[in-house]
């Protein structure tokens, strides 16, 4: 089915390691999000794309990186996970219509 | 900077009751303004949205939003609401550089039987 995939969708990490989320879609967007979830907090962007090979800062990059190096695929990394960083990750592209699809989420624990 | 108030924190209702949830946003100039959904456990859906045209806005499953430009609000609203309509509902507005949507902290809605 088309749509956005986001792997893993689980992940306890110890403060300090380091991940790598992935997303990925198959259908053909531009433009792609990562957002995270904290109760009472709503969605907050933390880095987006509009297009293969660029990168921009949303409202929380700190302690966040992307990149986009193919089309489909946007990665968003954390380099050292702190406590703070605890959250549920949804990634999301939009279509024409300027609608969001958004992945399944990642919840994601810093221990 | 852009913003969105959604007023209502949690609303509990009772099944066949009416539904209005307040959204409020800063920037005034045009805007695109969008209604998501996330059930239980679940990823964002898109409900309904409004570019221009018609502020009266139809969506899935039975809502609807009316954009009211001089009260800078887009108000979701539902005539009779059921049970599976227990979720969280997020208002949100398309930034003024048209690359990000803005979302507000959403609404909870429970929706008992």
């Known amino acids: 089915n088309a749509g956005v995939t986001q792997t893993p969708k689980f992940r306890v990490l110890k403060t300090g390691q380091s991940m790598t989320l992935l997303c990925a879609q198959d259908?053909?967007?531009?433009?792609m999000y990562w957002y995270r979830q904290d109760p009472g907090m709503g969605l907050r962007l933390i880095h987006y794309?509009?297009?293969?090979?660029?990168?921009a800062k949303g409202e929380v990059p700190d302690g966040y990186n992307v990149s986009r190096l193919k089309k489909q695929n946007f990665l968003l990394g954390l380099e050292s996970a702190a406590p703070s960083q605890t959250s549920v990750y949804f990634c999301?592209?939009?279509?024409?219509?300027?609608?969001?699809?958004f992945g399944s989420g990642t919840r994601l624990t810093v221990v | 900077a852009q913003s969105v108030s959604q007023h209502n924190h949690h609303v509990i209702l009772s099944e066949a009751a009416s539904l209005e949830l307040g959204c409020n946003y800063s920037?005034?100039?045009?805007?695109?303004l969008f209604w998501y959904v996330q059930y239980p456990g679940q990823h964002l859906q898109l409900l309904l949205k409004?570019?221009?045209?018609?502020?009266l806005v139809k969506g899935i499953k039975g809502f609807e939003a009316e954009f009211i430009k001089s009260k800078f609000s887009f108000n979701l609203r539902k005539p009779s609401v059921q049970w599976s309509d227990t979720a969280e509902y997020f208002c949100?507005?398309?930034?003024?550089?048209?690359?990000?949507?803005?979302f507000g902290k959403g609404t909870t809605l429970s929706v008992s039987s």
């Open positions: 999301a592209s939009q279509g024409m219509d300027y609608g969001y699809t």
């Open positions: 259908m053909n967007h531009e433009y």
């Open positions: 794309s509009v297009g293969e090979g660029t990168t």
């Open positions: 920037y005034g100039g045009t805007v695109n």
């Open positions: 409004y570019f221009s045209g018609d502020p």
């Open positions: 949100a507005v398309k930034n003024q550089a048209g690359t990000a949507l803005i």
